[in-house]
């Protein structure tokens, strides 16, 4: 198992990280604590990130993606890699983010549905 001192989160790309997941060297779950870890030990100082969603629900969906992966099932190229979305992306209330855009005049927008893009991200990650 890779341990978060293996990766060098800043540096890795997508491509890179697939192959650790194939291999087995670490888990979806693993992606997400490491980069949860990260987000808390400096969003502090960088304030980078509005909102997270809940760390239940991120393991939850990563344990999730492991276990597909374990059966065999591979949604596509990005399947259980973490990402980040911006807040100017339209986002379901249900999903737990806000689409603000930065804005404290748009921090009670309830879109009523996904950005077409968030849907096909989730379609190929979660």
């Keep these: ?9 800043l ?10 997941l194939e291999s087995g060297r670490v888990t979806s779950l693993d992606l997400v604590r490491q980069y949860v870890a990260q987000i808390q030990r400096h969003d502090s100082k960088l304030h980078a990130m509005i909102q997270t ?22 949604r596509g190229p990005l399947h259980g890699i973490p990402i980040t979305i911006k807040d100017n992306i339209a986002t379901h209330p249900s999903f737990g ?21 968030i849907d096909q991200v989730r379609e190929i990650t979660e």
Excluded at 1 to 9: K, N, P, S
Excluded at 97 to 117: E, H, M, Q, V
């Design 53 to 74: 969603a809940s760390i239940d629900l991120l393991e939850q969906t990563a344990r999730s993606l492991d276990q597909e992966r374990a059966d065999g099932k591979i």
């Design 97 to 117: 983010l806000p689409t603000s855009a930065g804005s404290f005049a748009l921090l009670s927008s309830k879109p009523r549905r996904n950005a077409k893009i």
């Design 1 to 9: 198992m890779a341990t978060q001192q293996e990766i060098d989160l």
């Design 11 to 20: 540096e890795i790309d997508a491509r890179h990280l697939q192959g650790l």
